[in-house]
């Protein structure tokens, strides 16, 4: 019985990669000189945080980060879960954006409510963060694909894992 999983895992490698372009990028630009702006990542808790000293420089921050991530990857912004702007020491700003990494239980239930509600001739399963998909035949499967992929919008789903 054909199957594979829909899952959601940020490519951290590539994460890495754009918040170094966008470091490099803040050392080079004029208007950031003399400044405090900078953008660090924390793997261990996949946490991104940007330091600057207004938001209007946070907003600018972004600006170079979001276009290095989505080189990287598609659709990686979607991943951030933004935290709020905080003020720090003297006239410093800073905001944190956790990195959200699987498929939430909310998400995993939505995914298997549209697959039953699309009639399909197949099963979901929520397997941790993951959601496995089994049918009788791939172009089943293949048109459930095509359904989450156009239903799900909001956030970046990969499916994998196929298995004949």
């Known amino acids: 019985m054909p199957?594979?999983?829909f899952t959601s895992e940020a490519d951290m490698v590539g994460l890495k990669n754009a918040i170094d372009v966008t470091s490099r990028q803040i050392d080079n630009r004029y208007d950031f000189k003399g400044t405090s702006a900078k953008v660090e990542l924390n793997e261990k808790d996949k946490v991104i945080t940007l330091w600057g000293d207004?938001?209007?420089?946070l907003d600018q921050i972004k600006d170079l980060l979001f276009p290095a991530m989505e080189k990287k990857e598609k659709e990686s912004v979607k991943r951030l879960d933004h935290q709020k702007v905080v003020s720090v020491s003297g006239n410093k700003v800073k905001q944190e954006m956790k990195i959200k990494d699987g498929i939430d239980s909310d998400l995993a239930k939505k995914i298997v409510k549209l697959v039953k509600d699309g009639k399909l001739k197949v099963q979901a399963s929520i397997q941790g963060d993951t959601v496995r998909v089994?049918?009788?035949?791939?172009?089943?499967?293949?048109?459930?694909?095509?359904l989450i992929t156009k239903s799900i919008t909001d956030f970046p789903i990969k499916y994998g894992n196929f298995r004949d």
């Open 3 to 5: 199957s594979f999983d």
């Open 54 to 57: 207004s938001d209007f420089q």
């Open 134 to 146: 089994q049918g009788a035949k791939r172009d089943d499967l293949q048109g459930c694909i095509a």
